[in-house]
């Protein structure tokens, strides 16, 4: 999979995969394992369409910036409760960790807004993968 290149108007929808954990049980020391990966499938559609329902999906997409600044990712859903997002840089190490979603309070988010906002903490030049 070749990286996208971050610029100010990045819409990752069509170069992310999913993968659909039905049973709620996957952590992401399972997805890294190695075992996991190649169940991921690819979107077909420009829009992100999941089920309504008590199942956890893992997206995941890879990324390089291209810019002096660390992006914000902003997601707009107001239906999903937890938001974990993960990302590994191309060693596969965890470099970072962060939670948002409806279900945790403004307070408790790294960024203190009402919006889904995730800082990516992306170097520049550097091709990282995130979940």
Known sequence: MTPLAWNKNFIPNSHISS???????????????????DNFVFFDDEVIHLEFARVNYWLKFQVKNTTSISPYLEINNTALDTIEYYLVDKQGILVHHELTGNAVRVEDRAIKSAQ?????????NEVYTCF
């Open 116 to 124: 889904m906002l995730i800082n990516m903490q992306l170097k520049k």
């Open 19 to 37: 993968l659909s954990d039905p049973r709620n049980i996957l952590q992401i020391e399972d997805i890294l394992s190695g075992n996991i990966s």
